[in-house]
Nanobody, 116 residues
Framework: EVQLVESGGGLVQPGGSLRLSCVAS????????MNWVRQAPGKGLEWVST????????NYADSVKGRFTISRDNAKNTLYLQMNDLKPEDTAVYYC?????????WGQGTQVTVSS
């Protein structure tokens, strides 16, 4: 059974930092691209970032480019999102997501709130 479990969210002041983690199980993590997606209150899903299976290639939404860094540790089956210089508009539930053999898999999400 594929499982994705996010952690690391919380309340942070504007300009602060958080690191999100997503621990994967039930599939060969190192073979798959991984993504972070977020959903702000009252809004739809927004893609944030993608990392290739080996970690050598990354891509970011313009809204987070230069502030967020996606990475992975394939030995630990873990995906990360380092978020710096957080802004109130980054407030959202953050999900890790992968597509395996045509099926999409989501974690339960972790809440990030940026507020003074």
């Amino acid at each position: 059974e594929v499982q994705l479990v996010e952690s690391g969210g919380g309340l942070v002041q504007p300009g602060g930092s958080l690191r999100l983690s997503c621990v994967a199980s039930g599939f060969t993590f190192s073979r798959y691209f991984m993504n972070w997606v977020r959903q702000a209150p009252g809004k739809g899903l927004e893609w944030v970032s993608t990392i290739s299976s080996g970690g050598s290639a990354t891509n970011y939404a313009d809204s987070v480019k230069g502030r967020f860094t996606i990475s992975r540790d394939n030995a630990k089956n873990t995906l990360y999102l380092q978020m710096n210089d957080l802004k109130p508009e980054d407030t959202a539930v953050y999900y890790c997501y992968t597509n395996r053999l045509g099926a999409g898999y989501w974690g339960q999400g972790t809440q990030v709130t940026v507020s003074s």
